[in-house]
């Protein structure tokens, strides 16, 4: 693999790390080590690797995390080895083995804008600990729904990059394990296509080093999600403020200065709310547009979202008669149910279709 570089992030590695290395750099032109603050006690391991062929040992002055300690690696491999292809990510505590490693490379290789991902089978191997599995679970699944990004691995430290966007990955936010949940956010808004390839699962004394929080992490996943939220909020506000300033105050002070025609008299409750919807609609449009990070052109996805808009609508009203006059279920209740489901099923269409970010290589 002479084209590529490993990075391996080292926090208090056990003697497993020796192994690993002496392979790496038996397949690699060069193994960036970066050992993230460690205490004098674990000289010996990075000792042991220090002078075998391609090795470059780097070293933080005090613990900083996985983020920063990958940031630095990514750095010096820019700098030193610009010609490169790209660079794969390896943890240190023995989990990825050199085969599946080399197998990574190799399918990168195949396409190097993309990102290679080396994932575990969380559905069907026993071997991977409860608090692995529903960890891994749980995000995979949430990121799918609330983010449109298919990932069934999305912890994993097999990892290889392209050189063509690794500049903006020492830019991504984060310096302790948050930040490779970050770089996924930061590829798709890229565009840089996702593949998997399934690896072997080694977990040394049931994974108890892991760092990973399933709750805590999968929060980071909620983003996308609470910001529609608060966009469909505000511009609810919007539309009620709106529609109240124009029922009470706007319309009725133009029609009497004879500004607005007379017959808007008898509809002014309709012509206020119209007025309202609209103005809402295309700010909750320009808010969704940054929510969903779309590059489409405001043109089509405008057209598209006024589809949504309108459809929406009558669905809502056609609904919520259906279930009052044949159901025979309370108007407040049909109301909320109706809305709720919805909401769902607008966020959806919103992010998959009205602005669906296409993959650019």
């Known amino acids: 693999m002479e084209s590529l570089i490993a990075l391996v992030p080292a926090y208090c590695p056990e003697k497993s790390m020796v192994e690993s290395v002496k392979a790496l750099s038996r397949e690699f032109p060069a193994v960036v080590i970066v050992d993230d603050g460690c205490s004098d006690e674990y000289a010996p391991v990075f000792d042991a690797v220090r002078d075998l062929p391609g090795v470059v040992i780097l070293k933080h002055p005090r613990n900083m995390g996985k983020g920063c300690a990958l940031k630095t690696g990514f750095k010096y491999v820019l700098e030193k080895h610009p010609d490169a292809k790209g660079v794969v990510t390896l943890d240190a505590d023995g989990q990825h083995t050199v085969k599946d490693t080399l197998h990574c490379c190799e ?36 990121m799918k729904f609330f983010c449109d990004i298919k990932l069934s691995d999305t912890q ?69 999600f609470i910001k529609f939220i608060l966009s469909s909020l505000a511009s609810y506000v ?58 489409e052109g405001k ?36 109301y909320i149910l109706v809305s709720v489901i919805l909401f769902f099923i607008s966020y959806k269409v919103q992010q998959l279709w009205v602005f669906k970010n296409k993959k650019e290589k």
């Open 107 to 142: 399918i990168f290789l195949e396409d190097t804008d993309s990102i290679v991902f080396g994932c575990r089978d969380f559905e069907s191997d026993e071997k991977i600990p409860p608090r692995s599995r529903f960890g891994n679970r749980l995000t995979s699944r949430l």
């Open 156 to 224: 994993t430290g097999l990892r290889v990059h392209s050189m063509k966007y690794l500049k903006e990955l020492t830019e991504v936010a984060g310096e302790r394990y948050e930040y490779e949940m970050n770089v996924i956010f930061a590829l798709k808004d890229m565009g840089v296509p996702f593949v998997e390839v399934p690896i072997e699962v080694i977990y040394l004394d049931n994974n108890s080093s892991s760092h990973f929080n399933p709750i805590k992490d999968s929060i980071k996943i909620y983003k996308v």
């Open 238 to 295: 919007l539309d009620y403020a709106l529609s109240l300033l124009l029922l009470k105050l706007a319309l009725p002070m133009g029609i009497e200065k004879g500004i607005l025609p007379l017959f808007l008299k008898e509809h002014i409750t309709e012509t206020s709310v119209g007025v309202a919807r609209v103005c809402s609609g295309i700010f909750n449009f320009s808010l969704n547009r940054r929510v969903f990070s779309s590059r």
């Open 299 to 334: 043109a089509k996805s405008g057209v598209k979202y006024f589809v949504v808009w309108f459809v929406q609508m009558l669905l809502t009203a056609g609904s919520i008669k259906f279930m009052v006059d044949k159901l025979e279920i309370n108007y407040t209740v049909s």
